[in-house]
């Protein structure tokens, strides 16, 4: 069975009053996640790679250099079916209690997340992503280049930023620090990392 792309998780002009525009999600979800779902698709058509959940076609094709194209384009639908999860109209801030005890505890304060997490953001050079993750026990904040994600180092993901260009590019130019703190007020989705911290 050919793989989907899932289905944006809130309307596409929800996040308009939280500083994303539809039309970014237009180009965003519509063009470039389109694209990875349907270049995969293409790529694994009669390959025993075809049939496999998407996690494992991820992690497969990142140890096999021969499959490079296939991990870029299963790795950024999977980033990207995350990633639309990782946002909610009205989100960001901080989190509940439960969630911000455990913050404070492997981070030393929710400040010192922000600053770490923007920090990541920021800093991952050209295209990629920046994660929070569970590695250890242990809440971390962690950067990947262009597909790569945590699933491929043995971490557990709980939330991610994406700072490819195309996603920010409409709503703020070239100007990806304005971005991230955007997220990390209004869009953060912290339900989300509860229900994946389990």
């Known amino acids: 069975m050919a793989f989907q792309q899932a289905p944006l998780p809130f309307a596409q002009d929800a996040l308009e009053p939280y500083g994303m525009k539809a039309e970014t999600l237009e180009y ?9 779902v349907d270049n995969l698709n ?7 790679l075809a049939n496999k959940p998407l996690e494992e076609v991820v992690k497969i094709s990142f140890k096999d250099p021969s499959k490079t194209a296939i991990f870029n384009n299963s790795g950024q639908a999977w980033n990207h079916d995350f990633y639309w999860n990782s946002l ?15 913050i404070a505890k492997d981070f030393g ?5 922000s600053e770490e997490f923007a ?38 993901p709980l939330l ?6 195309h996603a ?21 989705n912290w339900d989300f990392v509860a229900k994946n911290l389990g």
């Open 28 to 36: 965003h979800y519509g063009k470039h996640h389109k694209a990875y």
């Open 42 to 48: 293409k790529m694994v058509e009669g390959t025993d």
């Open 88 to 102: 909610k109209p009205g989100g960001g801030g901080k989190p509940d209690s439960t969630l911000s005890d455990r």
């Open 109 to 113: 304060s929710f400040d010192k997340f």
């Open 119 to 156: 920090n990541a953001a920021t800093t991952q050079f050209g295209s990629g992503w920046a994660w929070l993750v569970e590695d250890n026990g242990s809440l971390k904040v962690t950067k990947t280049p262009n597909a790569e994600n945590p699933l491929v180092h043995g971490q557990k």
């Open 160 to 165: 991610t930023l994406d700072v490819w260009e």
């Open 168 to 188: 920010y590019y409409i709503d703020f130019r070239n100007a990806r620090p304005a971005f991230i703190k955007n997220y990390l007020e209004k869009l953060l």
